[in-house]
């Protein structure tokens, strides 16, 4: 049966593919190795001739299906997973860049991308940050020898949005890979291919999965690039249509020889925590958004990172592109109120470094996951000693907005 909606597409994804004993899920497969009936069979499954399933660390029928519902969330051709988010973003680029290379990144960025991208530097590959807000900062970047441009859609902590569509027109005019992490909207939300992306990254440990009890992370092949157009492509892996040769890369060089392989039990959480995506989404913005309205009317908050605000500069782009403003939000404190008592007077929301759970969670990002970073890269992006990162929940908004008011209170 053929279905059109998001949600009905990815609940019921797995029954239409045929499960095992008529489950309504794909099951969790152990299994790290797998037999075949003849060695004819097994080299033709290794040479990729015949579908089958080699070794665990490279394939499993229950990640299988997990592809399967993320290549259909992000309108995609094929998906690979990995163990987490940043193995999906390391084995993408070290997959398929090499010394002499360029890349061309946004300078607002999650503070592991960014020391992931630090750390391509010794490898030889130059890598540029950009205020990705406006394209013209990007087109100003490009090199002869840049070979891909990297944005996320929303920044983490501080919610600016790359001009998502000026640069997919830029880098299609030139011919280069534009790869979006999508990890902050969601592919409900926002689809990378509608702006010309040809790999969209998701950390499943996020929104997707949605229950904080599994990593996880996917590179999304959309079809929009021209693979013919990219030279570091190894010639073994430019076997049927060019638009696989690249995720192929990516499974050969990134999954099976740097082994960051989505565990099975993780891979079936993170389908079953999906199937809500769409529901949980809608209540989490609807809260956030009424969050950050509060929070602006506030005397001991100095500035407000959302949105769905009117003062957002890119609140525009965000209602245009987005289907919801998100529940990534930050707020930064006036100097006069202590952040770290204000998070400790905290008695609901939860102290702890995830995004797009359930529940409501807080972290001082300037003490925290961004400092390593040091003062100078912070002021860049926009973060305070006295912001605080919010991934707003589903709970309750008055019992939200009755945990911060009563925090503030004490710490002012």
Not at 129 to 137: G, I, K, R, S
Not at 155 to 167: M, V, Y
Not at 304 to 312: D, R, T
Request: hydrophobic share 45%; with cysteine.
């Amino acid at each position: 049966m053929k279905t059109k909606g998001f949600t009905t597409s990815i609940l019921h994804s797995d029954r239409f593919g045929g499960v095992e004993h008529g489950s309504l899920h794909k099951p969790v497969h152990n299994s790290i190795t797998f037999a075949h009936a003849s060695a004819a069979d097994i080299a033709a499954v290794f040479q990729g001739k015949q579908p089958g399933f080699s070794y665990g660390r490279q394939v499993n029928p229950t990640t299988i299906a997990l592809e399967k519902k993320l290549s259909l969330m992000e309108d995609g051709l094929a998906t690979c997973c990995f163990a987490t988010g940043m193995a999906a973003i390391s084995s993408t680029f070290l997959a398929l860049l090499k010394a002499g290379d360029h890349l061309v990144s946004s300078a607002f960025l999650f503070g592991n991308t960014n020391s992931v991208f630090n750390t391509l530097k010794n490898f030889g590959i130059e890598v540029t940050f950009v205020d990705a807000t406006e394209v013209a900062n990007v087109a100003a970047a490009l090199q002869p020898n840049t070979r891909a441009v990297f944005v996320e859609t929303v920044a983490n902590p501080c919610t600016q949005i790359a001009d998502l569509t000026g640069i997919g027109t830029l880098c299609a005019e030139r011919g280069l890979l534009y790869v979006v992490d999508n990890t902050m909207t969601s592919p409900w939300s926002f689809r990378p291919k509608t702006v010309g992306a040809g790999l969209v990254i998701n950390s499943l440990s996020k929104h997707i999965g949605g229950h904080g009890n599994a990593l996880g992370g996917s590179v999304t092949e959309t079809g929009v690039f021209d693979w013919t157009r990219f030279p570091n492509l190894i010639e073994a892996y430019k076997t049927g249509p060019a638009s696989n040769w690249g995720l192929t890369q990516i499974k050969k060089k990134g999954l099976r020889d740097m082994g960051a392989t989505l565990a099975p039990e993780s891979a079936h959480h993170i389908a079953i925590g999906a199937e809500t995506l769409p529901l949980r989404q809608a209540r989490s913005a609807e809260n956030a958004a009424r969050l950050a309205a509060w929070f602006a009317a506030h005397p001991a908050i100095a500035k407000v990172f959302h949105p769905s605000l009117a003062s957002h500069p890119q609140h525009g782009r965000a209602k245009a592109l987005f289907r919801h403003f998100g529940s990534l939000m930050a707020i930064e404190l006036k100097p006069e109120v202590d952040v770290f008592k204000f998070l400790d007077a905290l008695e609901l929301v939860i102290l702890a470094s995830n995004l797009g759970d359930n529940r409501t969670l807080a972290i001082p990002v300037a003490h925290t996951i961004y400092a390593e970073m040091g003062p100078v890269r912070r002021a860049e992006m926009g973060i305070a000693d006295g912001t605080v990162r919010l991934s707003i929940g589903i709970e309750d908004g008055d019992d939200l907005i009755a945990d911060f008011e009563q925090a503030l209170a004490k710490a002012g």
